[in-house]
């Protein structure tokens, strides 16, 4: 078992892993800061706010993903010219 874990680990590329915690960590304290003033302030508002204030959490969890995957793959910006331009 240990020699499987070892061969894993040696495969895994370590910042990979790291980018993907940190993006997630990141995106997710954002999202939840958003969401509690937004929900705070707006919440009473009704259905059109709620959804307002939702979707801007989701979109500054996504900008919060590409940022941190642009910081550590500089690579990131030549994928997403791909991507916007098919």
Do not use: C, H
Not at 47 to 68: K, Q
Request: glycine share 4%; no cysteine; aromatic share 16%.
């Amino acid at each position: 078992m240990k020699k499987k874990l070892n061969a894993w680990w040696e495969t895994v590329d370590v910042m990979l892993l790291s980018a993907i915690f940190l993006a997630s960590m990141l995106g997710t304290v954002v999202s939840a800061v958003i969401l509690k003033w937004g929900m705070l302030y707006y919440g009473e508002l009704g259905f059109a706010a709620r959804l307002a204030v939702s979707l801007t959490a989701t979109a500054a969890y996504a900008l919060v993903v590409v940022a941190v995957f642009f910081a550590f793959f500089p690579e990131t910006k030549t994928v997403l010219q791909r991507i916007w331009r098919k």
